[in-house]
């Protein structure tokens, strides 16, 4: 183990999302927030709890790094999980209040340069919804040791 605890070391986290939908302006949210980074044998995790201003109060939001692969998840308030892989497909549940969805994500680049100092990450990826494209998004988070 290094200079990050067990339980994870502080990190500010920039997260920029945007969606683009055909013939409309992209829509960009982006959130500046406190969380944990933590080492794992896999790669590392970084974690951070949802406010009312995504509208997913009550929920922990937490991306693990392993290789090639980046793993979304959601869990309280919202729970999903969402698998990156740049190149190839996954499909995943989406838990609604209304039901379960089946979501394919296609994930058409995933970089990073992540150390236990910090970095940046960008996952542009499209969502299927029930095999329907609804968009595409971008997801770029940076990464900072408080």
Known sequence: MTSIEKNGAPV?????GEQYF???DPDATELMTEGTMELTPEGMTLSYEESALT?????????EVR????????AGGVNSQMIFEEGRQHTSLYETPYGELAVDIQTSRLRHNL??????????????VEHTVTGRNCFKIRVRRR
């Open 22 to 24: 055909d013939g409309v």
């Open 115 to 128: 150390t236990e100092r910090g970095g940046v990450m960008e996952i542009r990826y499209s969502i299927a």
């Open 12 to 16: 500010l986290l920039s997260i920029r």
């Open 55 to 63: 509208g997913m109060e009550g929920t922990t939001t937490t991306f």
């Open 67 to 74: 290789g090639t692969q980046v793993i979304l998840t959601r």
